[in-house]
């Protein structure tokens, strides 16, 4: 049974830092390619930043360029979400997952989620 479980969310003000993980139970997590989305209140569900098998090619979503880092860490299975100079409107529940084909930046093209780690970001 495939299980990720993201941690590291909370409460920051504008301008902190967060550093968000995702663990997972995927046997061959060294072989996929991982994806971090985000989703605000009555918001559609956002592709944030995704990053290959061997982290030598990462993807991102403009509103987060300069801001955030994805990285990964497959000796221990898991990906991050280094999320730094953070703004009133990163504030959303973060998902991260399991692509399994198609556009990295589309929704539809990961398999398996995660719970979710809230991020809230004061102004």
């Known amino acids: 049974q495939v299980q990720l479980a993201e941690s590291g969310g909370g409460l920051v003000q504008a301008g902190g830092s967060l550093r968000l993980s995702c663990a997972t139970s995927?046997?061959?997590?060294?072989?996929?390619?991982m994806g971090w989305f985000r989703q605000a209140p009555g918001k559609e569900r956002e592709f944030v930043q995704a990053?290959?098998?061997?982290?030598?090619?990462?993807y991102e979503t403009d509103s987060v360029k300069g801001r955030f880092t994805i990285s990964r860490d497959n000796a221990k299975k898991t990906v991050y979400l280094q999320m730094n100079s953070l703004k009133p409107e990163d504030t959303a529940v973060y998902y991260c997952?399991?692509?399994?084909?198609?556009?990295?930046?589309?929704?539809?093209?990961?398999?398996?989620w995660g719970q979710g780690t809230q991020v809230t970001v004061s102004s």
């Open positions: 990053i290959t098998y061997d982290g030598a090619v990462t």
């Open positions: 995927i046997r061959a997590f060294s072989a996929l390619i």
């Open positions: 997952a399991v692509h399994s084909g198609g556009s990295v930046t589309a929704a539809t093209s990961y398999k398996y």
